[in-house]
């Protein structure tokens, strides 16, 4: 039987992977793409782990996709995706049944922080217009090849009304903490931008993570949006877009070796079988790409020496999704306008900083800060019906426990779920008999299931020394490695984590040229 071969073989059904499996074959080229799973998305997927129940087993919220042309490029709405607008986006439940709300609308967000507090209204309207200039250079970088040139272009050059260069650079440095606490007076304020800065995994007193606060200026330009059906609708409609262009997936495919004959990648060992190809793109996590995939004497001990040494991190969150028989009850009754977001449950800077002084100890943080997600209040198909579903994502959790203790125990997982579910009862007391059914995903569920590293959502630390031309490694940033035709995408390079699909449209333009060169 003659062997089928192809142009570019890519290793995961991520969404970078699929996006990059998509462009290339929108460029002409002959595509595999092969998932160890029974089904496409990684951590952008879909699954009915009830019946009826429509779960997200990874990502929920899209936010930075939208600064992209992807959706728009690849036509997936013909494909069946379609985008639900969240707005509120986030919300932050204050007692007496109101909230602090950000709306995609400035001006309406300006309006709800006032009734917190008239000086942090001004100064948010500030933030944001300072802001604004810099994140629309980091979105910039973050959809080029990562070098020092362009983030200094896009970045630290980019006009700041009323700022020079130096003020713009200081605000990147800052640890967000700090940024949060200097700007705003009122602790609503400071909690709710704190926590939202915390979704990237950093501490506040870490140093360059000041966009991870001052990058939510970008939601109120171009939103935050759900895809109807889950978030892995997503990944559905680009695998329906890559078999339009004429590209395979196999799922179920686990890929076992990366085939490399004179030091050149030629293609890959799945399932007992090889599939050839000029390019083999690894859309997995960088060390399993490495430690797992290419033998030892395919990687130089110097570099193998230097991924050992990449920061992975300690895990830091877990999720807690629940089938309920209603909403929470904020203190205004259900549904509530705060439904459509995610909800911010971290009453002040103080609880977010004790949650993670518990992680650093090498314990489950025993009140940990909550982002609920109720999007069966916008969304009809996730849930049968006079059900809800309720999603909790939860920081901090180490992946690896001092306390003796492992997630492979029942109970563990069980009172790491219990301390979750009680900040939710703290703010919303109706959840305490309303959830029915609960799907735990601990940091070793998330690495077993999703592949991701010691449950590390981002795949590496988010941290300054890992950004940009740094991630994974400087010799590793341009999606290129020392082997010959093999090429990395995925959440481990520029520009890491969230639902994006910049790597993948960066490392596709990066192996189309090596493959018309070929």
């Known amino acids: 039987m003659m062997e089928t071969r192809y142009d570019a073989i890519v290793i995961g059904a991520g969404h970078n992977g699929l996006v990059c499996a998509c462009y290339l074959a929108k460029a002409g080229h002959k595509v595999l793409v092969l998932e160890r799973r029974a089904v496409v998305g ?13 779960i997200d087993i990874g990502s929920s919220v899209h936010l930075m996709i939208h ?11 013909k494909y069946g995706l379609e985008y639900i607008e969240m707005d509120p986006w986030a919300a932050l ?7 602090l709300c950000f709306y995609r609308d400035l001006e309406r967000t300006v309006e709800s922080i006032a009734r917190v507090s008239a000086r942090d209204a ?5 933030f944001v217009t300072r802001w604004g200039p810099v994140v629309r250079g980091v979105f910039r970088a973050f959809q080029e090849p990562p070098t020092m040139a362009s983030f200094g272009r896009h970045v630290i050059l980019a006009p700041s009304p009323g700022r020079n260069s130096t003020d713009a650079l200081r605000m990147i440095l800052s640890g967000y903490g700090r940024l949060i606490h200097e700007t705003f007076e009122s602790v609503p304020m400071r909690a709710a931008l704190g926590w939202l800065a915390a979704q990237s995994g950093p501490p506040p007193t870490e140093p360059g993570t000041g966009p991870f606060a001052g990058w939510y200026a970008a939601v109120h330009e171009s939103g935050a949006r759900r895809a109807r059906g889950g978030s ?14 004429g590209g395979t997936v196999l799922t179920g495919a686990r890929v076992e070796r990366i085939l490399v004959e004179g030091g ?15 390019a083999v793109v690894a859309a997995c996590h960088v060390l399993t790409t490495f430690q797992d995939l290419l033998a030892e004497s395919e990687v130089s001990e110097d570099l193998a020496s230097r991924l050992r040494s990449v920061n992975v991190g300690n895990g830091f969150g877990m999720t807690v999704r629940c089938a309920a028989s209603e909403l929470p009850d904020y203190g205004g009754g259900w549904p509530m306008e705060i439904h459509r977001g995610m909800q911010l449950l971290c009453p002040t800077p103080e609880f977010l900083g004790e949650a993670y002084a518990d992680y650093v100890g090498g314990r489950p943080s025993r009140r940990p800060a909550v982002l609920a997600m109720t999007f069966s209040a916008l969304d009809d198909t996730l849930a049968p019906p006079g059900k809800q579903v309720v999603q909790l994502w939860s920081q901090y959790f180490p ?3 001092r306390d003796g203790r492992t997630w492979d125990e029942d109970a563990a997982r069980d009172e790491a779920a219990d301390a979750i579910c009680e900040t939710l009862f703290s703010y919303a007391p109706n959840m305490r008999g309303a959830i029915e059914k609960r799907f735990i995903q601990t940091p070793l569920d998330l690495e077993r299931t999703l592949g991701l590293r010691r449950g590390n959502v981002m795949h590496l630390e988010m941290s300054l020394d890992q950004m940009f031309a740094f991630r994974p490694l400087p010799e590793l940033a341009q999606y290129r490695t020392p082997i010959d035709g093999l090429f990395l995408t995925g959440a481990s390079t520029h520009p890491g984590g969230g639902v994006f699909g910049a790597s993948g449209v960066s490392a596709a333009r990066v192996v189309g ?3 018309r060169r070929r």
Do not use: D, H
């Open 122 to 126: 001004a100064a948010y309207r500030e």
């Open 42 to 54: 990684g951590a952008v997927c879909t699954e009915e782990v009830w019946p009826g129940y429509q």
């Open 93 to 99: 439940p204050l007692p007496g049944g109101e909230a």
């Open 513 to 515: 040229r090596a493959l």
């Open 399 to 401: 992946y690896e426990r």
């Open 264 to 278: 050149k990648a030629v293609g890959v060992a799945a399932g007992g079988q090889s599939y050839r190809a000029r």
């Open 232 to 245: 892995g609708m997503l990944t559905v409609a680009l695998r329906r877009a890559l078999e339009a262009l």
């Open 67 to 77: 600064r992209t042309p992807i959706v728009a490029e690849l036509e997936l709405e």
